[in-house]
């Protein structure tokens, strides 16, 4: 069993015990299993998945962040991480339309890293949700 806590600034959003824990990398998407060697890592825009020890996945959405696990214990500090059942599907889609039309009209004070950012938040949203 592997302790997995997610932290986020808002506070925390999960704690259990999981068998596995996948990660978005920034080099990839990796999992941690029992025993796994010490490691801190990087994580990107992306789809977390904890498999409790049961069998059963929960699926989070992480908007980056870093992941460190040591000792049969997985602590993810992410800038952002939604439950994929408490995703905001309306909320989402909002978000990637004004990211597309701030691309798209770009405005002389856009910041284009941001943008683009925001819609990569909102599709890795959406596409968890499995609305995309």
Do not use: C, W
Request: no cysteine.
């Amino acid at each position: 069993m592997i302790k997995t806590q997610i932290l986020t600034p808002d506070g925390q959003v999960f704690e259990g015990e999981a068998s596995g824990v996948q990660v978005p990398g920034t080099l990839g998407s990796f999992e941690i299993k029992r025993d796994h060697a010490s490691i801190v890592s990087s994580m990107e825009i992306g789809s977390l998945r904890i498999t409790e020890n049961d069998g059963k996945s929960s699926y989070f959405a992480i908007s980056g962040g870093f992941v460190e696990a040591d000792d049969n214990s997985v602590i993810i500090m992410a800038e952002a991480a939604e439950e994929k059942s408490k995703i905001d599907v309306d909320r989402a889609t909002e978000a990637r339309k004004r990211a597309e039309e701030r691309l798209e009209k770009k405005p002389t004070d856009l910041d284009v890293e941001r943008a683009e950012l925001a819609l990569k938040r909102a599709l890795n949203r959406l596409k968890l949700a499995e609305v995309l």
